[in-house]
């Protein structure tokens, strides 16, 4: 999986049109501090040059082109000691969990359309677009022969684990699936590159009432990493009262297979999948 353990800052300067543009780039590593520093000093000294040719500046954060940012939070490996996944913690502050062949699909339900306002109104019945959803949802993974999945109700829509066979992020038969159960481009691209299945675990905190966190992962001086401990501590308060997904069904032949085991007891259990509880 290519989940940096490493990030380091480099700042700096360049001046374009008499005014001072103030430059931040970011490095990331899986081998050491040392490593990351460097690179972000490469891309600072990228970023310069490109200033000063009189190119444009490149916008957000290139969701889908580059690792995310987040702090590694536990490390599950399996029987044979090989990294089965990693729990990380999110830009706006839930558990992720990232793994290494279990498949997670996300399938968001589209946005309520305004004709329904009309049906409504002439008394007619509006069609679910989630019962439309999870028809095409069941179709699509009875379409993989052999294999098992479980589905979960979300706030926004679906959610898919494959509990056998265990997939490849990246590879035809991976995004073959997540084309024909209709997961966000976005986030197939970043599951490629991050060579890691994404699933969150904890709800998204306004859903919860509650702000965004304060600053982003490495919280490198005292006063950020204290501002951040306090939201952390209201935002687990708040959200220990819901649910990130409810299980429905099993579809396919049940199995489970025995590196996907604990990763599923994960899941289910910090999700809130069985517990009842609201989702968010």
């Excluded at 891309?43 to 444009?56: C, K, N, P, W, Y």
């Excluded at 939070?73 to 706006?92: F, H, P, Q, S, W």
């Excluded at 990493?225 to 939201?231: L, P, S, Y």
Aim: glycine share 8%.
């Amino acid at each position: 999986m290519n989940i940096p353990r490493f990030w380091a800052a480099a700042r700096g300067e360049a001046r374009r049109g008499g005014h001072t543009l103030a430059l931040l780039c970011w490095g990331w590593s899986n081998e050491s501090r040392g490593e990351a520093e460097a690179r972000a000093r490469e891309s600072l000294a990228r970023l310069v040059q490109r200033v000063l040719r009189g190119e444009d500046l490149p916008r957000g954060y290139g969701y889908g082109t580059r690792p995310l940012r987040e702090e590694i939070i536990e490390e599950l490996r399996g029987a044979d000691g090989e990294l089965a996944g990693i729990v990380t913690r999110n830009a706006y502050g839930a558990l992720v969990l990232n793994a290494s062949r279990a498949l997670f699909i996300d399938v968001d339900l589209p946005p309520a359309r305004r004709a329904g306002l009309f049906r409504r109104w002439f008394g007619e019945r509006e069609p679910d677009p989630a019962e439309a959803s999870l028809t095409s949802l069941r179709e699509a993974l009875r379409a993989q022969p052999g294999a098992s999945f479980r589905l979960y109700r979300t706030a926004a829509g679906f959610r898919v684990l494959a509990t056998d066979p265990l997939f490849q992020p990246g590879d035809p038969a991976s995004r073959a699936l997540f084309e024909k159960a209709g997961a966000d481009p976005a986030f197939v691209r970043l599951c490629g590159l991050q060579r890691s299945f994404r699933a969150r675990l904890t709800p998204k905190p306004w859903r919860c009432g509650r702000p965004q966190p304060p600053g982003r992962h490495p919280r490198e001086d005292a006063d950020a990493a204290a501002r951040f401990a306090r939201w952390l501590v209201d935002y687990e308060i708040a959200s220990a009262s819901y649910a990130t997904c409810r299980f429905l069904e099993c579809v396919g032949r049940e199995r489970v297979n025995p590196e996907i085991a604990p990763l599923l007891r994960l899941h289910d259990e910090a999700s809130g999948a069985s517990s009842g509880r609201p989702l968010a």
